[in-house]
């Protein structure tokens, strides 16, 4: 399974930016998606989920009500909406498949493919 995140960028605060991740290869037919982040100098850190086929949403607090996740399983895509964006959410951004964890899961652990990452950056 590859998958390609695209969308990231420089944008001051308070603005927005739409985050994209396609799936590809040998998926399987149902598996949850997540997004990651890895602000600088930190580790990677959960940001959202969203599970098969689409009905549950997670969010990590410090997102809540600013960012807000979508699939598409026609296109095999997962989207990140980022509104409101605050310097703090400067990081790489990675999306992720779960098979096994089709209600989707804040645990690194449980994502079995990932993509290379995209780069956000808030200025303040």
């Known amino acids: 399974v590859q998958l390609q995140a695209s969308g990231g960028g420089l944008v001051q605060a308070g603005g927005s930016l739409r985050l994209s991740c396609a799936a590809s290869?040998?998926?399987?037919?149902?598996?949850?998606m997540g997004w990651f982040r890895r602000p600088p100098g930190k580790d990677r850190e959960f940001v959202s989920s969203?599970?098969?086929?689409?009905?549950?949403?997670h969010y990590a607090d410090s997102v809540k009500g600013r960012f807000a996740i979508s699939r598409d399983n026609t296109k095999n895509t997962v989207t990140l909406q980022m509104n409101s964006l605050k310097p703090e959410d400067t990081a790489i951004y990675y999306c992720?498949?779960?098979?096994?964890?089709?209600?989707?899961?804040?645990?690194?652990?449980?994502?079995?493919?990932w993509g290379q990452g995209t780069k956000v950056t808030v200025s303040s």
């Open positions: 290869g040998r998926t399987s037919s149902s598996y949850a």
């Open positions: 992720a498949v779960s098979s096994t964890k089709l209600g989707g899961s804040s645990d690194q652990l449980d994502y079995s493919y």
């Open positions: 969203i599970s098969w086929p689409g009905v549950r949403t």
